[in-house]
């Protein structure tokens, strides 16, 4: 190979590995949805990964509106929005959706109601990128994983959701579980398990075998604590800043708030820069309880290698929080 063709093929490469992840989220009750989603979008204008759209798993009336206020204040007004109407998601109030409805955040998207549903939005996105391209990024309860498993061919796709799954997604990375000691017990069921403990047994028993799955424990986001000094000092570039005031309606000034989804972040646009260990590979199971159960291949009658679950060293941590922070204080491209 000429060196010029070797040059443009390294170019190709490195481009054609850039993961197209699609933000999967709770975004209601808790603010590292917020933190996370400006992630995805610093992330994006940097060039690191591309962002084709954003789902809602929960059910909030402001959830999507607040959404687009979001991506409109990081320059893509236009990006994609999808919400579940599954009746089964969890109903969630919030301290901060509220700030959609201020004017210092004009958006155009009103209502719940005018946003897509979030299963039939993930199939067009899947479908019409190229296989084995796309990175999931789920950080709430698992409703519209466990929808796009349930879903059947349509106008998008002649492929059932899993057949779909397998022929276009190259990783989900998801916040949910726990896989270590944390929360003082070494059996933590965590949050977006228990809000929809169904929903995350068909991820775990439905997923493709052969389509990875990363596992952001609790712990994980447990040993990532937000700076307040960040929220004090870093967001100053505007007067008005919807991540400054969505993490000060929930947390105060006072409350460094774990980097759970974070964490799921990093992890699906960096997976081969070390931020993170790895487990070795298993299963992971979810019980009637929502305990979630990490089983290394051998011991499982199934001998699944799909899942692995997330690890840090102390090094790892505070790589893992700077670079966190770093992007999220990011001001905007635009
Ligand atoms: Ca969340």
Same mark, same amino acid.
């Given at each position: 190979m000429k060196p010029l063709t070797f040059l443009l093929f390294l170019a190709a490469s490195a481009f054609a590995e850039k993961p197209r992840i699609i933000f999967d989220t #709770?975004?209601?009750? #808790?603010?590292d949805d917020v933190l996370a989603l400006t992630m995805c979008h610093t992330l994006a204008d940097r060039g690191a990964c591309g962002l084709l759209g954003v789902t809602i798993s929960k059910d909030n009336p402001l959830s999507a509106s607040f959404v687009d206020a979001q991506n409109t204040f990081y320059g893509? !007004?236009?990006l994609p929005i999808g919400v579940t109407r599954d009746p089964k998601a969890q109903k969630r109030p919030s301290? *901060? @959706? &509220? @700030? +959609? #409805?201020?004017?210092e955040y004009p958006h155009d998207l009103k209502s719940n109601d005018a946003a897509r549903e979030a299963v039939d939005l993930l199939r067009e996105l899947l479908a019409k990128? !190229?296989?084995?391209s796309v990175s999931i990024i789920s950080v709430g309860i698992a409703s519209n994983m466990a929808n796009l498993l349930k879903s059947k061919a349509d106008k998008h796709s002649p492929l059932d959701g899993p057949a779909l799954i397998r022929q276009k997604v190259k990783a989900l990375s998801i916040m949910a579980? +726990?896989?270590?000691?944390?929360n003082r017990t070494n059996y933590h069921l965590e949050a977006n398990v228990i809000n929809g403990i169904a929903f995350m047994q068909t991820v775990a028993n439905e997923?493709?075998? #052969?389509v990875p799955v990363y596992w952001s424990g609790y712990e994980i986001g447990e040993a990532l604590p937000f700076p307040r000094d960040s929220i004090a000092?870093?967001?100053? *570039?505007? !007067?008005?800043h919807i991540v400054r005031e969505a993490y000060l309606l929930h947390s105060g000034p006072a409350h460094d708030r774990p980097c759970w989804d974070e964490s799921s972040v990093l992890q699906a646009v /960096?997976?081969?820069?070390? /931020?993170f260990g790895l487990s070795s590979p298993g299963r992971v199971t979810v019980g009637t309880d929502g305990f979630t159960k990490f089983t290394p291949p051998? &011991?499982? +009658?199934?001998?699944? &290698?799909?899942d692995r679950f997330l690890t840090m060293s102390s090094v790892q941590q505070a790589r893992v929080l700077e670079a966190i922070v770093q992007t999220t204080v990011q001001p905007p491209k635009k």
């Open positions: #709770d975004i209601t009750g #808790d603010v893509r !007004p236009d301290s *901060y @959706l &509220k @700030l +959609a #409805d201020s004017p990128q !190229p296989d084995n579980g +726990a896989f270590a000691f944390c997923w493709p075998e #052969d000092e870093d967001f100053g *570039y505007t !007067p008005h /960096f997976p081969n820069r070390g /931020f051998g &011991k499982d +009658a199934r001998g699944g &290698k799909r």
